[in-house]
């Protein structure tokens, strides 16, 4: 079983992640909490801390917030 903890931005049941990545260009944006990515609290300490600055995402990530989570992945094997 692999635990990983951590801190989410969250808004609306949604996480912050990746949603489109191809190798030549990857988009970010809301999706399901259990694919988006988790951050360390040491650096992220507000929602905007996972974009950079001046990004035209920080309007929309300023109406999110931040959970602290914990997500566990297990294999079972039949």
Sequence with gaps: MRV???VMVMK???AWGIIYEDG???AYG???PENATIH??????QTTDV??????D???LLTAKL???ERRTEVVFK
Excluded: L, M
């Excluded at 360390?40 to 300490?45: G, L, N, S, T």
């Excluded at 974009?51 to 035209?56: L, V």
């Design 4 to 6: 990983e903890t951590g």
């Design 12 to 14: 609306d049941g949604k």
């Design 24 to 26: 030549q260009a990857t």
């Design 30 to 32: 809301f999706t399901d």
């Design 40 to 45: 360390d609290p040491e650096f992220c300490r």
């Design 51 to 56: 974009t950079y600055k001046n990004s035209p």
């Design 58 to 60: 920080t309007k929309e």
């Design 67 to 69: 959970v602290h989570v």
